[in-house]
């Protein structure tokens, strides 16, 4: 499928707008069972996302298909059924983007890149897998059962009817392991998962070792029987779950959205206070270099633009796509990048005392995106005492995002890792609690 | 181009795939959605496709993949060509493959397929759902209803077998908003699937009950943690049965050492009133289908049977690797994902006794509605179920006092030795995707009977 057939075939159609977001991706990936390949694939998608808009008034319908090809009669039949569509869904119209600028941002990888063009994605992949093994298999008492490498290339290019074209290659490596680790008969794994932007920021003896060390800690824990509703600290992977969770949205994120404010379903209101904690200021940045979460434009074509949603504890912006932006009167952002927390001014090591417990991982946080509620076990955390730090497991992490920020604790280190940049440690007093069984 | 055209086209490219003397297979996947989305503000409409093709070789010790988005002859020739180039290794795994010939053509649309139903009725009963449901309740902030219909179309083909697979679905969702007397938003949502246009069809109650159910949500606390003597409803039952057992028993977790359900097959793990299955031929359920992207025939598989540990899900090379029999769970995302071994719709096998005696038996415990969603831990069997919301019971009485956003916790055989009736009473009411850990997103189901059960682990 060429892209510029595509796009001679909808400008030839006479539609009164529309808007093709063409996308071409090519991966590789391994996949490992006890340290042997199981499965190697190759593949690319080539597909362009389409959406058509007609106009009805003041009013604009709009809707979407996917194509695979550019047979001209194929698109016709889909354009006829969307504009079926568009014609039963009207709304109030709103601007589309037109030719826009676009900021520069390094999100692909040359190493990667050019792996994909010479043909050599799958050397770098088995090098890549051979590097983690070496490493693991000078561990002791330990086994690498799982582990999975994918690696990516997309080119994505927007164009639509007012003239708007964008360009941006991005490129990703995800590494997963499991490592199970033993003493005294019991075996516990812990599994250690990350994407990289590109090949240099993964060291594959760094990524074993966190593992292995965490899958040790794990094995040893004790199960923390008890409950506790203050001097909680998050830390690591933990802490970015919290800020930018995988499953869904934030809540913050969430409430700070232009679609859930003309839904009414936001709490938030630009100038009123989100919590009394001043050192609160949470920015959304597409800017972060070879950040997954980066990018230049959404899938409209919007400009990525970096903007401060919360500002010292109080609403200061929304993320919104053209249409909602129109709608609740916000300047179009395009879409959410890497989740900012402004830095705290605390040595970190103050937000430690007797009594801490510090989480660094959680089996699976997936908050409610709009209560702000969440219920999350700890998969690996410590408890702080005066003979030092105790390894603990199956703790539940219950509480509210939202009750959680007047009481909240910033260090003035910092981490970034995809989807977060921000404190590298965070504590909390109020709006959650810790209990074990 | 057509199923047949596209059955015959990929049996011409196994003679390719197999030239080096390697085991080859073909999968063809189309999945097609309409999404009509309602809310207060507006009514958005959108049509997605997925579209490719997986081809396969098996040297003797590993898979050799390509994924094609589309379909495009010539790119499906060179690929298999490409394959082809992989030569037989020695025999290290030797896959179970299905071997009888068998050339099939398989549909579910329901008894009545949506296809057949015009977008603009389509539209028109979203938006009547709709209508419905808001003036329920004035209580409601927002109502939200999603319409998604599902048209799935899989052609698998080896040297012995051509088949394919049309499947298709509607799912409804009714959502409601309300906001707590402090200013929270919460909702509550109900789900309704299967896999014809007759499942629009929902009856006034229901939608009443979505509204007031939403309206006590908004006056729901939070649960003192502690341990609980419950009722698991349906949805409940299937998040364990999922969630906290069935991704232990898929076989290629076990194959990496990763599950705890290799030490007790064929041990005791509960009472004989327990037994846990899954199987994709449960009719009108969210993870049905014919035969799996390895092209095994649908089966069910008792994994726990009257208590015991019985037999794991697998996929080809897990099931070879551990020699244990085949089970059609081979399943993958799309034409780019591995296939792995998956849940279809997993679920309890219902009881003898009633849900009336069982909530009879509660002096003081809950009712446990639903929950959004949970985590598995094959390894520790750690339950692990999140925003559950329960209601008191006291003295065989539901109260009407819920609880929200409640999380789930503790060890399973000790859970499953808890149980101390299982209804006859019996649903399969789940309607989500399942991941590998966070990704590999595959549709299933979950469900059962009522289960009845002491000391539940609640925070």
Known sequence: ???????????????????????????????????????????????????????????????????????????????????????????????????????????????????????????????????????????????????????????????????????????????????????????????????????????????????????????????????????????????????????????????????????????????????????????????????????????????????????KGVCAGFVANQRFAHYVGVPPTGALGVIELALGEEDEAKLFDPGTVEIVSFSSFVPNSLSGDFSAEIRLGYKYTEKGKVPIRGVMFSGNVFRMLDAMRLSKESMTMERYKGPRTVRFDAGCHLAGF | ?????????????????EAGGCHGDALYLREETLGVNKDNSSTDIGRQTDEGVKLRVFDGERWHERGLSGWDERALRRAAKALGKNQKRQMKVRLELPKEPLDADYKALGRTDPATIPLRKKIATVTDLHKRLSATSKQLINARVYYDEMRETKIYVNRHRQMSQEIGGCLVIMVAYVQTKDGDMRYHYKSFYDHGWERTKIPAKELKEVARFAERVAKAKKLPPGKYHCLLSPGMTGLLAHESFGHGMEADTILKGRAKAKEWFGKRIASAKVSIADGPLEKGAHGFFFFDDEGWLATKTLMVDKGIVNLPLTDA????????????????????????????????????????????????????????????????????????????????????????????TGYLPTLLKNIQAVSKEFDIPGTGRCGKGHHDWVRVAEGGPWLLVKEVILS
């Open chain 2, 317 to 408: 090379y897990s099931a070879a690797r551990l020699g244990v029999p085949r089970s059609s769970n081979g399943r993958a995302e799309s034409f780019d994902h591995k296939v792995y071994a998956r849940m279809t719709n997993t679920f309890f096998e219902p009881g003898s006794d009633t849900k009336k005696d069982m909530l009879a038996r509660i002096k003081d415990g809950l009712i446990l509605h639903n929950a959004s969603g949970g985590m598995e831990d094959p390894k520790g069997w750690g339950i692990q179920i999140q925003g559950v919301i329960a209601e008191r019971v006291k003295d065989g009485r539901p109260t009407g006092k819920l609880y929200y956003e409640i999380g789930m």
């Open chain 1, 1 to 311: 499928m060429r892209l510029k057939n595509v796009f001679r075939t909808l400008a030839k159609l006479g539609l009164d707008a529309w808007s093709i977001l063409y996308q071409e991706q090519e991966k590789n990936t391994l996949h490992l069972t006890n340290g042997e390949v199981e499965t190697g694939i190759e593949s690319v998608r080539t597909q362009a996302e389409v959406t058509v808009y007609h106009m009805y008034g003041k009013k604009m319908g709009d809707a979407k298909f996917t194509l695979f090809t550019d047979d001209e009669t194929e698109i016709a039949d889909k354009v006829k059924d969307a504009l079926v569509i568009a014609g039963t869904a009207k709304k109030p119209a709103w601007p589309l983007p037109g030719k826009e600028r676009y900021a520069r941002i390094r999100v692909a990888d040359p190493e990667i890149v050019a792996a994909f063009a010479d043909g050599k994605n799958e050397v770098v992949t088995l090098k890549l897998w051979n590097a983690l093994r070496r490493v693991a298999a000078k561990e002791r008492r330990i086994a690498l059962n799982h582990a999975e490498l994918h690696l990516t290339r997309t080119k994505n290019t927007v164009m639509n009817s007012r003239g708007l074209k964008g360009q941006s290659e991005h490129t990703t490596l995800f590494v997963e392991i499991i490592i199970a680790a033993r003493k005294n008969g019991i075996e516990q794994e812990f599994h250690h998962a990350l994407t990289y932007g590109r090949l240099a920021e993964f060291d594959p003896h760094v990524f074993v070792k966190e593992a292995v060390q965490a899958a040790r800690d794990v094995v040893a824990a004790e199960e923390w029987k008890g409950m506790q509703n203050k001097g909680i600290v998050l830390r690591g992977v933990a802490l970015r779950d919290f800020w930018a969770p995988d499953l869904t949205q934030s809540p913050i994120v969430m409430h700070a959205n232009a679609q859930a404010k003309h839904r009414h379903l936001s709490v938030f209101a630009q100038g009123r206070p989100v919590t009394r904690n001043k050192g609160f200021t949470l920015t959304s940045d597409p800017f972060v270099p070879y950040n997954p979460a980066s990018g230049r434009f959404d899938n409209e074509g919007t400009p990525s633009r970096r903007i401060v949603l919360v500002d």
């Open chain 2, 1 to 17: 181009m057509g199923v047949s055209h596209k059955k015959i086209f990929l049996s011409t490219l196994l003679p390719l795939l």
